[in-house]
């Protein structure tokens, strides 16, 4: 099993920034999948931003905006959020897929003010 907390939400203004985190409770190590999700209200979830065997993915309304990273050593995976607009506001989940299942954070709320 994976357990994930999700963490660095907030209020911000537009235009600014948040970086998100996500701590494993395992190793990352062979966890070849892992990414972010976002939920707004009344709306359904959405894919944001993967990062597979190192590769990097992102919805377009994100791209060039946002970076997802992982750190092995500190078994976390990150959601650096630059530029921010209101509608980038939603609940946030970290996700991981290991060993055919898939494991999700609690989810840390986002909210841009503008």
């Known amino acids: 099993q994976v357990h994930l907390v999700e963490s660095g939400g907030g209020l911000v203004q537009a235009g600014g920034s948040l970086r998100l985190s996500c701590a494993a409770s395992?190793?990352?190590?062979?966890?070849?999948?892992m990414g972010w999700y976002r939920q707004a209200p009344g709306k359904e979830r959405e894919l944001v931003a993967t990062?597979?065997?190192?590769?990097?993915n992102y919805t377009d309304s994100v791209n060039g905006r946002f970076t997802i990273s992982r750190d092995n050593a500190k078994n976390t995976v990150y959601l650096q959020m630059n530029s921010l607009k209101p509608e980038d506001t939603a609940v946030y989940y970290c996700?991981?897929?290991?060993?055919?299942?898939?494991?999700w954070g609690q989810g840390t709320q986002v909210t841009v003010s503008s």
């Open positions: 996700t991981a897929i290991y060993r055919g299942y898939a494991y």
């Open positions: 395992r190793t990352i190590f062979s966890i070849n999948v």
């Open positions: 990062i597979i065997n190192g590769n990097t």
